[in-house]
């Protein structure tokens, strides 16, 4: 075996380790950009052995690339950092409890919210800001314009949007 073949071989070797090592390290695609590049020295080294190897190489790199890809998006959900970079930390029962609390004491704060009275701070044409409670938010008006200092009431809570009219 000559000196390139061995270097082909070798690289395409640490090449195909960093890709494997990519999937479990997180490094943002340094380590599979590197494991890239170092695929492309491999390439170089077969074509400097002779035509077919590098011509072997070459069309290997352009199949296995795209399939090693694949691959990487398949696995990645199933590691540990993979589950955390695309769920969150959804494997805690604890914080799985304290979101569905918040969350429902988020839609008890809006049920408590329709009917309650306020008065507007700016002008709402149709969006502006009210006081309800001592608490300012940003509501919106149903009916169009409606001065600043009117008196409002809550009709209906919609996700963040607080509709209100004038009394």
């Given at each position: 075996?000559?000196?390139?073949?061995?270097?082909?071989?070798?690289?395409?070797?640490?090449?195909?380790?960093?890709?494997?090592?990519?999937?479990?390290?997180?490094?943002?695609?340094?380590?599979?950009?590197?494991?890239?590049?170092?695929?492309?020295?491999?390439?170089?080294?077969?074509?400097?052995?002779?035509?077919?190897?590098?011509?072997?190489?070459?069309?290997?790199?352009?199949?296995?690339?795209?399939?090693?890809?694949?691959?990487?998006?398949?696995?990645?959900?199933?590691?540990?950092?993979?589950?955390?970079?695309?769920?969150?930390?959804?494997?805690?029962?604890?914080?799985?409890?304290?979101?569905?609390?918040?969350?429902?004491?988020?839609?008890?704060?809006?049920?408590?919210?329709?009917?309650?009275?306020?008065?507007a701070?700016?002008?709402?044409?149709?969006?502006?800001?009210?006081?309800?409670?001592?608490q300012?938010?940003?509501?919106?008006?149903?009916?169009?314009?409606?001065?600043?200092g009117?008196?409002?009431?809550?009709?209906?809570v919609?996700?963040?949007?607080?509709?209100?009219?004038?009394?």
């Open positions: 075996m000559s000196d390139n073949l061995l270097w082909g071989i070798g690289l395409m070797a640490g090449a195909v380790m960093l890709f494997l090592l990519e999937l479990f390290v997180p490094s943002g695609g340094v380590i599979g950009l590197t494991a890239f590049a170092i695929a492309i020295a491999g390439v170089v080294a077969f074509w400097m052995e002779g035509s077919a190897w590098g011509l072997a190489s070459t069309i290997s790199v352009i199949v296995l690339v795209p399939l090693a890809f694949n691959f990487a998006l398949r696995i990645m959900p199933n590691t540990p950092f993979g589950r955390r970079l695309i769920l969150g930390d959804e494997d805690d029962e604890e914080a799985l409890a304290l979101r569905a609390q918040a969350e429902a004491d988020r839609h008890e704060r809006e049920r408590a919210l329709i009917g309650a009275e306020g008065v701070l700016t002008d709402l044409r149709p969006v502006g800001s009210a006081k309800f409670d001592g300012r938010l940003e509501v919106l008006a149903e009916t169009g314009l409606i001065k600043a009117t008196h409002l009431r809550v009709t209906r919609e996700g963040t949007q607080v509709k209100v009219r004038g009394i």
